[in-house]
């Protein structure tokens, strides 16, 4: 809101990567469109919407340590 001036955090849920029993992602993209982008400067911050991509990360190899 207001360009993230009134922002709070936001935590990533990641249902495919906590199913995989990965715990962590290793790439998040935010993506805004033209439009969007436009709708945000004529609501002067108030509104803007964008779409969250991300991937998870790689399991780690398990080790056979002695």
């Given at each position: 809101m207001f360009w993230?001036?009134?922002?709070?955090p936001q935590v990533i849920q990641t249902p495919v990567?906590?199913?995989?029993h990965v715990l962590g992602v290793s790439?998040?993209?935010i993506k805004v469109g033209?439009?969007?982008a436009l709708l945000t400067v004529f609501t002067l911050g108030i509104y803007c919407p964008a779409t969250v991509?991300?991937?998870?990360?790689?399991?780690?190899p398990i080790t056979d340590s002695l």
């Open positions: 993230g001036l009134i922002n709070s990567c906590d199913s995989l790439e998040v993209r033209f439009g969007n991509y991300w991937k998870c990360s790689k399991p780690c």
